[in-house]
Nanobody, 121 residues
């Protein structure tokens, strides 16, 4: 069994910063890509940032220059540093990991339960 647990969400004023963290635990052989996605009320879930095992990153245009994704492969964690936050960044943020539980299995996508980020104007 695999668990992804997010932390670090909360309420912040526009222009402020938050740091989200996600820890993967359980029976894990290897984690490939990890990432953060967000879903605002009434909208679809969209990619915010992803990072490969080797550290290659990809960002949504709306967060480039403001958000930074990082990971620690030894600890199975991924982080999202969010600076210069805007009210439009308000959403539930979800951690995602593509991982395999054993070396004989193919990678599967796992999701955390989400953490709420609210940016007030």
């Amino acid at each position: 069994q695999v668990h992804l647990v997010e932390s670090g969400g909360g309420l912040v004023q526009a222009g402020g910063s938050l740091r989200l963290s996600c820890a993967a635990s359980g029976s894990i052989a290897s984690i490939a890509a990890m990432g953060w996605y967000r879903q605002a009320p009434g909208k679809q879930r969209d990619m915010v940032a992803t990072i490969s095992r080797g550290g290659d990153t990809n960002y949504a245009e709306s967060v480039k220059g403001r958000f930074t994704i990082s990971r620690d492969n030894a600890k199975n964690t991924v982080h999202l540093q969010m600076n210069s936050l805007k009210p439009e960044d308000t959403a539930d943020y979800y951690c995602n990991a593509n991982l395999r539980q054993t070396w004989r299995e193919s990678s599967r996508s796992y999701w955390g339960q989400g953490t709420q980020v609210t940016v007030s104007s």
